[in-house]
Nanobody, 124 residues
Framework: QVQLVESGGGLVQAGDALRLSCAAS????????MGWFRQAPGKEREFVAA????????IYLDSVKGRFTISRDNAKNTVYLQMNSLKPEDTAVYYC?????????????????WGQGTQVTVSS
């Protein structure tokens, strides 16, 4: 029902910024809660940020608060993750995810659709 395609990853130095995009298709995008997760080599998938379908509510992983910002543009069917002051610890494959319901949650089980991921590598 929902297809997601991430882009915007790359190789940057510590302190740099990246903006990830997640292009979504589907009839109910505007009411779909969206999340960003990441998975580093040898690690489990980790919640990063999420936003309600309305855009009014956001939640973040503690370690990215103040550095990362999730936003959405429903007219473009796109969700963004602005990542500032990147650290080597942020290196991971980043995935966007969509929930069929509008309320954002931090648990991966709360999401029904997933993108293919985009690599973010932060060098020191």
């Amino acid at each position: 029902q929902v297809q997601l395609v991430e882009s915007g990853g790359g190789l940057v130095q510590a302190g740099d910024a990246l903006r990830l995009s997640c292009a979504a298709s589907g009839r109910t995008f505007s009411s779909t809660a969206m999340g960003w997760f990441r998975q580093a080599p040898g690690k489990e998938r980790e919640f990063v940020a999420a936003m309600s379908g309305s855009g009014g509510n956001t939640i973040y992983l503690d370690s990215v608060k103040g550095r990362f910002t999730i936003s959405r543009d429903n007219a473009k069917n796109t969700v963004y993750l602005q990542m500032n002051s990147l650290k080597p610890e942020d290196t991971a494959v980043y995935y966007c995810a969509a929930a069929r319901r509008p309320y954002p949650v931090a648990q991966s089980q709360g999401y029904d659709y997933w993108g293919q991921g985009t690599q973010v590598t932060v060098s020191s």
